[in-house]
């Protein structure tokens, strides 16, 4: 839920019922499973206070075959009172570290376009932009 409100504070389209949090859990957990992933934890005395969900995908047949299968960083999170300390960098390198465990040769994440603070942090990571999706209301 902490995820859905941050995000919903710049992207509307965000549910924040209650319901969603168990929904999306069951689903992510069905991706995880299906896709060689993995669900890393920070946690400070005992306390989780952010995580990411890596997952292996694979791009279209267009892409060249060494290029193909990717890691990508599902989820990631870290709870309001525990940003700017490094949580994140340190959730991003686990997932890299994942990715190269698997022989991966790149990591991809996404981000909603008014979330600039993410982009900054996904930027100083190494990230760089891939492609753009465009939306249009009707």
Request: overall charge negative; glycine content about 8%.
């Amino acid at each position: 839920m902490g995820l859905q409100r941050y995000e919903h504070a710049f992207e509307p389209d965000r549910r924040v019922d209650p319901a969603v949090a168990d929904e999306y859990f069951a689903v992510l957990m069905d991706r995880v499973a299906t896709n060689h992933g993995r669900i890393f934890v920070a946690d400070q005395e005992g306390r989780a206070i952010g995580w990411a969900v890596f997952v292996v995908l694979q791009n279209a047949i267009f892409v060249a075959e060494e290029e193909r299968n990717y890691g990508y960083i599902d989820e990631l999170f870290v709870s309001e009172n525990d940003r700017s300390h490094g949580v994140g960098r340190a959730l991003i390198a686990a997932c890299e570290n994942e990715a190269r465990r698997l022989g991966l040769r790149q990591v991809m994440i996404g981000v909603l376009a008014g979330n600039r603070r993410a982009a900054g942090i996904y930027a100083r990571s190494g990230f760089s932009a891939y492609s753009t999706e465009l939306r249009k209301y009707l």
